[in-house]
T-cell receptor, first 115, second 112 residues
Framework: EAQVTQNPRYLITVTGKKLTVTCSQN?????MSWYRQDPGLGLRQIYY???????DKGDVPEGYKVSRKEKRNFPLILESPSPNQTSLYFC??????????????FGPGTRLTVL | QKEVEQDPGPLSVPEGAIVSLNCTYS??????FMWYRQYSRKGPELLMY????GNKEDGRFTAQVDKSSKYISLFIRDSQPSDSATYLC????????????FGTGTQLKVEL
């Protein structure tokens, strides 16, 4: 089954304790992205990657890091989480063909609470 | 001002009703317009997308884009309880990566 998987699905942590949220896709997609979803703000892009070893900032990158060492994986790293990073996080992936529509497929989400 | 505005609802309708969901936007460079459906505790899933202006129909769902008014709509005919979800509009420019700009979502409940 074609899918985007995220782990963990739920995480409660404390301020300053480094964490990683994993994202993996099995569709051989070039493009991967992380969004956070907050009430009243909608989904906002954190980071994206056009291909292996190519990453760039989205609209709200502060406090986050990413890496893309393999095509299928795109982990989101919070080196020193703070309470304002409490949110619902989604990973998404798509093929990437310039000049055409490339549908993004979303993972099931990771609900993060930082105390 | 947000680039994309969407009434958050909640919107409650009886089964069989016609539902109209709307978004307005300010960035005239948007060329792709999407509607996603998000069930509780799930990720968004694409319902349909439209390129530039016009209408697109898929079963009970119709998407409309009016670029002159910077206004998009999703109509759901013969609404069903299974349509109860949050509906997100999203938009992107041509080129410039694959970044989506989302509305905040409208929560819809279809009651028996």
């Amino acid at each position: 089954e074609a899918q985007v998987t995220q782990n963990p699905r739920y995480l409660i942590t404390v301020t300053g304790k480094k964490l990683t949220v994993t994202c993996s896709q099995n569709m051989n997609h070039e493009y991967m992205s992380w969004y956070r979803q907050d009430p009243g703000l909608g989904l906002r892009q954190i980071y994206y990657s056009m291909n292996v070893e190519v990453t760039d900032k989205g609209d709200v990158p502060e406090g986050y890091k990413v890496s893309r060492k393999e095509k299928r994986n795109f982990p989101l790293i919070l080196e020193s989480p703070s309470p304002n990073q409490t949110s619902l996080y989604f990973c998404a992936s798509s093929s990437w063909t310039v000049g055409t529509y490339n549908e993004q497929f979303f993972g099931p989400g990771t609900r993060l609470t930082v105390l | 001002q947000k680039e994309v505005e969407q009434d958050p609802g909640p919107l409650s309708v009886p089964e069989g009703a016609i539902v109209s969901l709307n978004c307005t936007y300010s960035n005239s460079a948007f060329q792709y317009f999407m509607w996603y459906r998000q069930y509780s505790r799930k990720g968004p899933e694409l319902l349909m997308y439209t390129y530039s202006s016009g209408n697109k129909e898929d079963g009970r769902f119709t998407a409309q884009v009016d670029k002159s008014s910077k206004y998009i709509s999703l109509f759901i005919r013969d609404s069903q309880p299974s349509d109860s979800a949050t509906y997100l509009c999203a938009m992107k420019v041509t080129g410039g990566g694959n970044k989506l700009t989302f509305g905040t979502g409208t929560q819809l409940k279809v009651e028996l």
